[in-house]
Nanobody, 122 residues
Framework: QVQLVESGGGLVQAGGSLRLSCAAS????????MGWFRQAQGKEREFVAA????????RYADSVKGRFTISRDNARNMVYLQMNSLKPEDTAVYYC???????????????WGQGTQVTVSS
């Protein structure tokens, strides 16, 4: 069992930066691929970024490529999403997720956090 708790969301002006954190508990956390997803009001949840268990492989949605960076610290059981050059369209609830069987762009993750709100003002 893996439990995930996100933090670091908030209100930021367009062009600003935020770093989201995801604290994971569970002995097998380090063997999981981890992902970030987001859901804007009235829209479906969408993939943002993912990272392999060892951190050597990352994937990004086209909409965030070059602006967001996913990373992990397995010693601290943490996953991060550094978000730069934020835009109003990045406003959403951001979710951390864990997947046993590798990186995926889909929603087929095994564990999900409760989410953290990110609001970008214009």
């Amino acid at each position: 069992q893996v439990q995930l708790v996100e933090s670091g969301g908030g209100l930021v002006q367009a062009g600003g930066s935020l770093r989201l954190s995801c604290a994971a508990s569970g002995r097998t956390y380090s063997s999981y691929a981890m992902g970030w997803f987001r859901q804007a009001q009235g829209k479906e949840r969408e993939f943002v970024a993912a990272i392999s268990w060892g951190g050597g492989r990352t994937r990004y949605a086209d909409s965030v490529k070059g602006r967001f960076t996913i990373s992990r610290d397995n010693a601290r059981n943490m996953v991060y999403l550094q978000m730069n050059s934020l835009k109003p369209e990045d406003t959403a609830v951001y979710y951390c997720a864990g997947r046993r069987s590798g990186v995926s762009y889909g929603q087929d993750y095994d564990y999900w956090g409760q989410g953290t709100q990110v609001t970008v003002s214009s």
